[in-house]
């Protein structure tokens, strides 16, 4: 059982940055890949970026330069630095943990981060 609670969303202009967590509370974090999803309504939901157990990480090509993701695991903490922001950036930022176990996904959600990127 993992618990996913995400902050650090916000109103930021163009060009600007934001630095979004994703806070776990449960045990062997360290053991999931996090990915950051993002949703805007009437789009489709869309791969942001992604980081596993081991620390190898992936970008969507939307973000790719402009946004990092790390991990502190001796935090239970997952980031997503967003710099350069875009209008075209605004959408409600998910955090997604999950891991294969004995066959069987383990996949969790977090409640969802509003960020809106606008002058």
């Known amino acids: 059982q993992v618990q996913l609670v995400e902050s650090g969303g916000g109103l930021v202009q163009p060009g600007g940055s934001l630095r979004l967590s994703c806070a776990a509370s449960?045990?062997?974090?360290?053991?999931?890949?996090v990915n950051w999803y993002r949703q805007t309504p009437g789009k489709q939901r869309e791969l942001v970026a992604t980081i596993r157990s081991g620390g190898s990480a992936n970008y969507a090509d939307s973000v790719t330069g402009r946004f990092t993701i790390s991990r502190d695991n001796a935090k239970n903490t997952v980031y997503l630095q967003m710099n350069s922001l875009k209008p075209e950036d605004t959408a409600v930022y998910y955090c997604?943990?999950?891991?294969?176990?004995?066959?069987?996904?383990?996949?969790?959600w977090g409640q969802g981060t509003q960020v809106t990127v606008s002058s």
């Open positions: 449960g045990s062997d974090f360290s053991l999931y890949a």
């Open positions: 997604n943990a999950y891991r294969l176990l004995f066959g069987s996904f383990l996949d969790y």
